[in-house]
T-cell receptor
Framework: SAVISQKPSRDICQRGTSLTIQCQVD?????MFWYRQQPGQSLTLIAT?????????ESGFVIDKFPISRPNLTFSTLTVSNMSPEDSSIYLC???????????FGSGTRLTVV | GENVEQHPSTLSVQEGDSAVIKCTYS??????FPWYKQELGKRPQLIID?????GEKKDQRIAVTLNKTAKHFSLHITETQPEDSAVYFC?????????????FGTGTRLKVLA
């Protein structure tokens, strides 16, 4: 399965600021996915990032709040903009697996907004 | 859109006993059903999966069953051990939207009592 390097692993940010999370994959993948996991909760899909096109956002998530870049087949960024304490969560990237294998997740970014 | 329900939310079993976690999905076009294990502070890890053309799959102490008609699938862990203690997530995925995005269940916190 693919190996994903996600950073930062954690950060504490002031409200109103923005944080950019990076994911680097060790192989080329068509689709990358960004998830949010609030404390003690399940994983909620934010958006799907395809190389060469705009990300597709799920209901309740908008590009102005969570802009995504996908400049090539091994890298993506998610920015959490104009943060508020409600944005405190774990953010995870994931990539489609090889044929007949499920997603692999990055190690996650634990964000605390104060 | 797709919805995945998962039960129970918490489950405590004695070491050596079996544990069963159940999920139902809403989208009849879903055709891939992975299960993830998430230990505290770590990323979700794929433990087993099943495709819609198969009714059951087993890997050592873990098995998954699928009932397409009822849109149910279940995770079975036999001879549970303390290291099985974690949160387990089911997910459903299909290609109706053209992407392989996963919709996750709400999670089951499994505690194996020594």
């Amino acid at each position: 399965s693919a190996v994903i390097s996600q950073k930062p692993s954690r950060d504490i940010c002031q409200r109103g600021t923005s944080l950019t999370i990076q994911c680097q994959v060790d192989s080329q993948v068509t689709m990358m996915f960004w998830y949010r996991q609030q404390p003690g909760q399940s994983l909620t899909l934010i958006a799907t990032a395809n190389q060469g096109s705009e990300a597709t956002y799920e209901s309740g998530f908008v590009i102005d709040k969570f802009p995504i870049s996908r400049p090539n087949l091994t890298f993506s960024t998610l920015t959490v903009s104009n943060m508020s304490p409600e944005d405190s969560s774990i953010y995870l990237c994931s990539v489609e697996g090889q044929i007949n294998y499920g997603y692999t997740f990055g190690s996650g970014t634990r964000l605390t907004v104060v | 859109g797709e919805n995945v329900e998962q039960h129970p939310s918490t489950l405590s079993v004695q070491e050596g006993d079996s544990a069963v976690i159940k999920c139902t999905y809403s989208d009849s076009a879903s055709n891939y059903f992975p299960w993830y294990k998430q230990e505290l502070g770590k990323r979700p890890q794929l433990i087993i999966d099943i495709r819609s053309n198969v009714g059951e799959k087993k890997d050592q102490r873990i098995a998954v069953t699928l009932n397409k008609t009822a849109k149910h699938f279940s995770l079975h862990i036999t001879e549970t051990q303390p290291e099985d203690s974690a949160v387990y997530f089911c997910a459903a995925s299909g290609t109706t939207s053209g992407t392989y995005k996963y919709i996750f269940g709400t999670g089951t916190r499994l505690k194996v009592l020594a």
